[in-house]
């Protein structure tokens, strides 16, 4: 699966002129507030009518001003999860999860209601009133509504920026479940640097309705420069990492990654379950020799491979763990006094308790290891 | 009380023709007062104040006004009412069904009122979700934006029904007061009062008004909140 967008459209004073394309699991567009990412889902959606431009899902045109093609929304099969839930008030949560599926074509509906009922986990809701839903049962619901519909395509505008720390932490694993367990292509859009690394596969950086990096999350989300400003302390490295083991006494649980072993406060995930590890760039310290006497467990030796200049007196360095990418936020001072250059080989430590819920999947309460 | 109810026949005919009359008025004016609430609240046409101006004309002019305007276009020899005759076999002049319409147009400035208001507080981004999922504009409006607008179609309903009860001026000016085709209760009240002795006659028409107005009023709470329980709208 494949989409491709290529779009000039203005609104006011504000112009988006955006061209990507992704064949991405799932695909982040991340930007600020303003960066014309909410635009573009609606444009694919087919809520908003570009000026100009073309827009194609698997092979087909959806959009192309030039051919004069705009196909309406309810005949796009793209599903869309938006910020605010819009779940029927009308009808009860069983009824707005089936409301899609009348309007699929026998022949092309594949998603099953007791499937999506487990994966998400709203059995329980299906009698009630959307009104007496928590925040974070209303977008489960609302994921459930957009995946029975059968899409092609499933479009997540900021499904959790409304969310507190607690809904946000539990809506997440299901959606992490939903990326790694059903075949959907889905496009993420969002402003935090933490989902983004934590979710997505792909990721579009947009500001000011231009696209400034595009790529795997791996790569893009290193270029600190340009992420927007109050999210660049969530900036750093993501690494692809598996737990090896858990150490009961001290409750920790042990990642394995290319960089060495990372040890992390105890997940509930069995050994073996793949992890994506984020490392904040301003978690991390650089010693020139292996360090001793140190509270931090995580000491990862590499090789510096990048040196640039940050925001006021801090430099971002770029630390080759072993094939591992791992980024540090130091201070020019700091980087004067340890002489560190391009080439020269450190150590890149992290402490254990860096690493919270945002960084690690915390999982599924139901994946337990027994 | 037993002489509330001993009613003579032609008074119990009074009363039953309007309610006949009411209902019909109400139930034919729903769908072009729907159709025109829904032009009013989301159209954007040349002509939308001109046509917001036609609707309200029966609620600014006299009734004796609308009703004579109803006999020159819909009378015998009025365009509408010939055509009408002639085509359909649809008279209006003289008869219950010319009552029906006179209410049905002196309401059809309020129940208009009442279903745009509701249609303007509609949340369109609940319809654009049901887009996404594949429903096409018409299921859209018949299974989002009618049951949301549900509380505003009967408040409007009840206000053209209640309209109709009491309508006098333009009924009687357009099919005349005839005993047991045209004479509503207004009407039979009026006639009471204009004849020596029709004191008590008016009076009880006149608490059988006040209790069926009163019951529609009563009948419409109780739905508007049953309806409004059932959406539990935060």
Known sequence: MTFLIDIGHRVGDFAIDARFESAGRLTALFGPSGSGKTTLINMIAGLIRPDKGRIEVDGRVLVDTGAGIFVPRHKRRIGMVFQ?????????????????????????????????VELLGIGPLLNRRPAKLSGGEKQRVAIGRALLASPRLLLMDEPLASLDEARKAEVLPYIERLRDETKIPIVYVSHSVAE????????????????????????????LDLLPAEERGEGGAVLDTKVLRHDEVFGMTVLGSAAGEIRVPRLAMKPGAPVRTRIRARDVMIATEHPTGLSALNILPGTIVAISPGDGPTVEVGIDCNGAMVLARITEQSRQVLKLRLGGKVFAVVKTVSFDRANTGAGLPLEVDG | MTWL???????WNAVRLSIKVATVAMLASLPPGIAIALLLARGKFWGKTLLNGVVHLPLVLPPVVTGYLLLLTFGKRGPAGAFLAEHFGIVFSFRWTGAALACGVMGFPLMVRAIRLSIEAVDRKMEAAAGTLGANPLWVFGTITLPLILPGLIAGAILSFAKAMGEFGATITFVSNIPNETQTLPSAIYTFTQVPGGDEGALRLTLISIVISMAALVASEVLARRVGRRMDIE
């Open chain 2, 5 to 11: 109810l001993d009613l003579t026949p032609d008074e």
């Open chain 1, 196 to 223: 983004v690394a934590r979710l997505a596969s792909d990721v579009v950086m947009l500001a000011q309705g231009k696209v400034t990096a595009s790529g795997p999350t791996e790569a893009v989300i290193q270029r």
């Open chain 1, 84 to 116: 605010d839930a819009r779940l029927f008030p009308h009808m009860s949560v069983t009824s707005n999860l089936r409301y899609g599926r009348w309007f699929t074509p026998a022949a092309e509906r594949y998603a099953d209601m007791d499937a999506v």
